[in-house]
């Protein structure tokens, strides 16, 4: 079967022609390619992988059926049917050299979520620069707990799917939606919800305007009877949506959104209570189970794409009350001592702060920021944003910066951070290892005190060790 995104002259592989053969995924470490091995393996397909190094994913895929090896190697397709790979896997990785070699059909991640979404006619993106994951896993849980069956397929863990992806029965399919490598351009969906439009992924952006049109063209794959859900309160998002001539739901604080909330209170905590509005009509009183303004908005969301799903607006409130997040976005890991640990996947400037204004609020003694920058060309593209986005925590500690699919340039490093961080006033140290950054926490942390690890790469790693070290002191 040929498989033709709608506007490209693109031609690749079907999932479904391959139903019996084993399917191998490179990278299959990553938070949404060990997602879309679980589905495969729950749908009948033999898989196996390859990634660069041990990971708690790649045990949980392993559990689950999936042969892994660590390390590529050419002789691991051997015998494949398909080799899938996500996009930061590039052209010489000697696995894919090796299943061109052989005439293997290899198709990117984007391609796979898109073809197994085909078939629901309800197929549902979630796209935004941030709040993706939150949101997806908020709609997912209303779903799930309100009886439509959903499939799921999320960025993240969420324990009411028991992990980042579910195969469902019913006619709904939930993902998030990426921009990153315009892969959010290979779904097909029927319902679209956007969340924001932002500047990142400039390494394969020119500008946010290049951004914005491309979440454009993400919208337009929207048949006439869809639905485009956004928020209405960035003019970016309205604007786009705006263009389209199927349906259109705006939510936002705004009252003209038709989603909107009044009387909101927050609490010392910074946990939102608000009446949710739609129109002039009040649905219900909303307390929220996570904390943070930017979770009201992502609730909002969840809320505005449930209720054109079918799910009454009460009842996604009582799921949503219940919502108390998903794996790495304030996570609690720890207390020692009197020192409580967390963690946090935000890696833009903006989602570390909004992750801090959260932990600031919570902190009895002194907040800890403990960043870990993800990519070189993030790093050089939002480097200004990065010298004042922990402001708010009394100390700051920068590891080496997360490579992740990239090289080193050699010119760029987080010492370099540090001391611009150092010029805007804030005391920050860089202490490059997890040895180093665990030494130096432990060294200075006392009772009462917050540290708050943020990063998407492997800093959740140092919140392990630093639990595997207390467990070891017995």
Not at 415 to 437: E, Q, Y
């Amino acid at each position: 079967m040929e498989y033709r995104q709608e506007g490209e002259n693109v031609e690749v592989p079907h999932i479904r022609d391959h139903k019996g053969q084993r399917i191998h995924l490179i990278g299959i470490g990553g938070s949404s390619m060990s997602g879309l091995a679980e589905m495969l393996m729950e749908e009948g397909y033999p898989v196996s992988g390859s990634d660069r190094d041990e990971g708690y994913l790649i045990a949980q895929v392993r559990a689950k059926g999936a042969e892994v090896f660590i390390g590529h190697r050419a002789e691991n397709v051997h015998g494949a049917g398909m080799v899938c790979y996500s996009a930061a896997i590039h052209p010489d990785n000697p696995e894919r050299r090796e299943a061109e070699r052989l005439g293997i059909p290899t198709l990117e991640r984007a391609w796979l979520l898109g073809q197994l979404m085909e078939g629901y006619p309800k197929a549902v993106g979630i796209c935004g620069a941030h709040g993706k994951t939150t949101t997806t896993s908020m709609l997912s849980q209303m779903l799930l707990e309100g009886g439509l069956d959903p499939a799921i397929h999320i960025g993240g863990q969420l324990d009411a799917i028991g992990g980042s992806t579910r195969v469902g029965h019913g006619d709904i399919f939930v993902a998030e939606a990426c921009e990153f490598n315009r892969s959010f351009l290979r779904m097909k969906p029927t319902v679209a919800l956007v969340m924001n439009i932002d500047a990142d992924h400039l390494d394969c952006y020119r500008d946010i305007d290049e951004i914005e049109e491309t979440f454009g063209q993400f919208l337009r794959l929207l048949p006439e009877d869809g639905i485009a859900i956004g928020n209405g309160d960035d003019p970016r998002v309205r604007r786009q949506i705006e263009k389209l001539s199927c349906r259109k739901v705006f939510f936002g604080i705004d009252p003209r959104n038709d989603w909107h909330p009044e009387n909101t209170e927050e609490d010392e905590r910074g946990y939102f209570s608000f009446d949710l509005m739609h129109g002039p009509e009040k649905k219900a009183r909303v307390r929220m189970g996570v904390p943070g303004q930017f979770n009201l908005m992502n609730a909002l969301g969840a809320i505005a794409a449930a209720a054109e799903l079918g799910l009454p607006a009460e009842k996604a409130v009582e799921s949503l009350e219940r919502f108390v997040g998903a794996h790495r976005r304030f996570e609690k890991t720890d207390e020692i001592d009197g020192v409580e640990v967390f963690h946090d996947y935000g890696h833009n400037p903006a989602e570390m702060r909004n992750a801090l204004s959260i932990a600031r609020k919570r902190c009895k003694g002194r907040l800890w920021a403990v960043m870990q920058p993800h990519t070189f060309s993030r790093v050089r593209s939002l480097f200004d944003d990065y010298l004042t986005c922990t402001k708010i925590a009394d100390f700051t500690l920068v590891t080496d910066i997360c490579a992740a699919r990239e090289a080193d340039p050699g010119d760029l490093n987080s010492g370099m951070l540090v001391d611009g961080m150092r010029k805007n006033g804030i005391d920050a140290v860089w202490t490059p290892s997890f040895d180093d950054t665990e030494r130096y926490l432990r060294a200075h942390w006392r009772a009462g005190d917050l540290v708050l690890t943020m990063g998407c790469g492997d800093i959740n790693m140092l919140n392990a060790q630093i639990h595997a070290h207390e467990v070891e002191k017995g």
